[in-house]
């Protein structure tokens, strides 16, 4: 989990931030998606010359780990296949069974005209993907990664900072520690470890919940992680990060 939390913050008030203040927390595994997502943004692949999108394999694996469909033109009718069972159904200009009705011709040509269109020629068929997929294999995603471009999962595991971010505030991260093995924090901890503080008459009380006493971490220099002239990461590999509780803590 990537921390980013307030530091040379001094207020007589706790509703407009104190020193040490956690302003947001990040698991690896919502990194690892996000990367994952920036890495295979289809704006980054190339419009071919025929006006089409580049079926680079790298995004093509992408869309079918992450899309529930792919349509392919096949004259004035859609062949739409659900990727994870392969069924296939058909609708165009006549409506099919579910009423679903298509002008083939007008969606590609309205589509083509957009520089961030995702439509591509496949085996001389137009192609592209779409509809919500539930559950996406991460794993698999991360595994054709690696496979079509040299990018490795194992250097996206922390969370890219700006260097404004690394000069205004404190940056580390920190490991979970369960039935005596270290494990990763998951996303829903992470979310309970950020956010603002209310009463029961859901008043605000402080600004933030949760804080960062960085003053009393060994792994953190006080010194560097308040210098704003300067950018200060302090977050650290595998097991040398510090364990949850021993980083965060309430600050009520």
Request: glycine share 8%; net charge negative.
């Amino acid at each position: 989990m990537d921390i980013l939390f307030r530091t040379n913050t001094v207020s007589s008030s706790p509703l407009t931030g104190s020193d040490g203040d956690v302003v947001c927390v990040m698991s690896c595994e919502h990194t690892e998606r996000t990367n994952a997502r920036n890495i295979c943004d289809h704006h980054g692949f190339a419009i071919l010359e025929n006006g089409y999108r580049d079926p680079d394999p790298l995004l093509i694996s992408f869309l079918l780990e992450t899309n529930r469909y792919r349509m392919q033109r096949q004259g004035d009718r859609v062949e739409r296949t659900e990727i994870a069972t392969g069924v296939v159904d058909w609708f165009g200009s006549t409506p099919n069974d579910a009423g679903e009705v298509i002008d083939v011709a007008q969606y590609v040509s309205r589509r083509l005209r957009h520089v961030g269109h995702r439509v591509f020629l496949e085996s001389g068929r137009e192609t592209w993907y779409g509809g919500t997929r539930k559950n996406i294999d991460w794993l698999a995603v991360w595994s054709n990664i690696e496979t079509h471009s040299d990018y490795r999962r194992a250097n996206f595991q922390n969370w890219a900072f700006s260097s404004l971010e690394a000069r205004h505030f404190g940056i580390v991260n920190c490991r979970g520690f369960r039935h005596g093995e270290s494990c990763e924090i998951s996303n829903g901890t992470c979310i309970e470890h950020c956010g603002p503080l209310y009463n029961d008459d859901r008043e605000l009380v402080r600004r933030a919940r949760w804080m960062v006493p960085y003053w009393d971490i060994a792994s953190i220099d006080t010194e560097q992680t308040r210098d704003k002239n300067h950018e200060y990461d302090a977050r650290q590999v595998g097991d040398e990060r510090e364990i949850l509780d021993d980083v965060i803590m309430e600050a009520i």
